[in-house]
């Protein structure tokens, strides 16, 4: 594990277009006998950080994949901007203008931290990455997310090396390589210390005043409370509640929902 940097995150990156909204109409999915999700409808306006929350297996993460192209519903429909995203790959996602980090951290422990931010927006195998090299638009854009997140210090160390809350920052700036418009985050506090989330606030709120759209999957309601309007409660794979953080707190239905669980 490497020490965090003292010196200040860089610019925030630009954003090269507003975002679409993202459109959730009657999506189901089932697992065999389970359902995961059902009628569930919300929508996710651009310029927004909305929240995501709900007791563990309401179908939160299964949603994410829906909307990403890891899953693939058995009815209802998914837009941004109008496009359909319901049958579509997880590459066809991203280009799209979506991209996503998961609950748990996905990186390339034997890459060093700058290659593990070329890795997400290359089609192509690791050997002609390192035969290529790491030059042009594609470095600058690295270096300067890597800058943003206080992390440029370690691009030439193995990202196995980085601290738990270093490599969530890793993953959150590799996912920024594609220059999303909207950026779905899978529960991105957990298992962070109180310094780290206070950092993490910051960093998405910037990235939003810049006009990135978030979607945040999160258990730490103090987290949610202070960062996200609205709040979307699931219970069961359906919205059970939505609103800001005062109404979201304030609504029976999700005071027995989580009592419930």
């Known amino acids: 594990m490497i020490a965090a940097s003292n010196q200040p995150g860089g610019p925030a990156p630009p954003i090269a277009e507003p975002s679409a909204n993202l459109v959730i109409r009657s999506l189901e999915k089932s697992f065999g006998g389970i359902t995961a999700l059902s009628d569930c409808s919300f929508e996710v306006r651009a310029g927004s950080i909305t929240a995501l929350i709900g007791p563990n297996g309401s179908g939160k993460t299964t949603l994410f994949n829906c909307v990403t192209g890891f899953y693939r519903p058995e009815r209802g429909e998914v837009r941004f901007g109008g ?150 409660v699931i219970h069961r794979g359906r919205v059970i509640a939505e609103g800001s953080p005062a109404e979201v707190r304030a609504n029976p239905a999700v005071l027995d929902a989580y009592l419930g669980d």
């Open 83 to 232: 496009a359909l995203l319901a049958r579509l790959r997880p590459n066809e996602v991203v280009h799209l203008g979506i991209a996503r980090t998961f609950q748990i951290t996905r990186i390339f422990k034997n890459m060093t931290v700058l290659e593990n931010m070329i890795v997400p927006i290359r089609q192509i195998g690791l050997r002609t990455l390192f035969t290529a090299g790491i030059k042009g638009p594609e470095r600058e854009r690295a270096e300067a997310l890597l800058e943003f997140f206080g992390i440029a210090f370690l691009r030439n160390e193995p990202a196995g090396r980085l601290s738990f809350g270093q490599q969530k920052l890793l993953e959150l700036a590799a996912a920024l390589m594609a220059e999303p418009k909207l950026l779905m985050l899978d529960e991105p506090a957990g298992g962070l210390n109180p310094v780290m989330i206070d950092r993490l606030t910051a960093y998405i709120r910037e990235l939003n005043v810049g006009g990135m759209t978030f979607l945040i999957i999160e258990h730490n309601m103090g987290f949610v409370m202070e960062l996200c309007e609205p709040v979307i």
